[in-house]
């Protein structure tokens, strides 16, 4: 078991099953079990993944200054998130629609409300990392901070890029040039997919660089490996909703790796781990525990826990 200090965004999500995007206009569109709501976000997701895989996983996060905070651990869930470091200091809660259809295309409206104006109280978070193995940041602008504490306590940092845009690379390189490990959608890259790892850890100093490819899986870089290469997906679920399922990825990915140290047998787990939420709709359902993992990692490549063909 690993400790995770986890900063980024936390935020009402609420996804809406649609025939095809773009919508056609109707006035009115009743269909069943069409609309979801629950918390979501890249640090509250990825915390939930951690905590079902049996890590301790601290929650850094701002929220709504009149939020209530039972919605963070519904009844009945077997895993419960600490909202002790949830900080209420926005007007509003950040908000998130996500229209899906059945191409598993999807159209995101996101409103963070005043998190782009409000800072992180700093004074609780240095003991925090320094009892942790490693931080995972999102980019978000009140983790900027976070960097610096992680670097003094010399603790690896993971980050999860959050739609990446070359021309405005200068507002990431804090986070670029302090990640161990770096987590990429490709939704905002149009550029080959090899090219553009090979670009970043040329630049950068990045140990691991993770781009993810939705329903083509993933390229894979390690520099101590020295490969750049790619990675299929892997079917264990009926696709429901892919929504949250980098996340998902990334928050195995440094389970397992901060388990074994090895690159390629913690990314099939961490396809494994994406494959399986996708058949959940939500981004924060569907993980899988340790012990599930174990029992399709087994069952899908005939490897054990420690890597070894049974």
């Not at 691991?208 to 264990?236: C, E, F, M, P, W």
């Amino acid at each position: 078991m690993s400790t995770f200090a986890v900063a980024g965004i936390t935020q009402l999500e609420t996804i809406i099953n649609v025939g095809e995007i773009p919508i056609k206009y109707q006035p009115l569109t009743s269909e069943r079990n069409s609309i979801h709501i629950a918390p979501g976000g890249d640090a509250y997701n990825e915390t939930l993944a951690l905590k079902w895989l049996g890590d301790e996983a601290l929650l850094l996060s701002l929220v709504g200054r009149d939020q209530d905070m039972s919605i963070f651990n519904p009844a009945g869930r077997k895993v419960t998130i600490s909202t002790e470091y949830m900080m209420p200091l926005l007007e509003e809660m950040p908000m998130q629609v996500i229209l899906c259809d059945k191409e598993r295309r999807q159209q995101i409206f996101e409103d963070i409300k005043g998190l782009r104006e409000v800072n992180y109280d700093m004074s609780m978070v240095a003991p925090l990392i320094a009892r942790c193995d490693m931080l995972v940041l999102s980019n978000a602008n009140f983790c900027r901070p976070f960097i610096k504490v992680a670097q003094r306590y010399h603790r690896p940092i993971a980050v999860n890029v959050h739609e990446y845009l070359k021309e405005k690379e200068n507002y990431n390189k804090d986070f670029l040039k302090a990640a161990s490990v770096l987590y990429f959608s490709d939704d905002t890259i149009h550029e080959d997919p090899f090219e553009f790892v090979a670009d970043i850890a040329n630049r950068y100093k990045s140990e691991i660089i993770i781009l993810g490819q939705g329903a083509k899986g993933l390229v894979l870089y390690d520099r101590a490996r020295n490969i750049n290469v790619h990675y299929n997906s892997v079917k264990t679920n009926e696709v429901v909703n892919t929504a949250g399922a980098g996340n998902a990825l990334l928050a195995c990915f440094l389970h397992r790796y901060l388990e074994c140290a090895d690159s390629t047998v913690a990314i099939k787990d961490a396809l494994l781990f994406a494959s399986y939420k996708i058949g959940y709709v939500g981004t924060s359902a569907g993980f899988l525990t340790e012990e599930q993992l174990d029992q399709w990692r087994n069952l899908i490549w005939g490897i054990n826990a420690q890597g070894v063909t049974s």
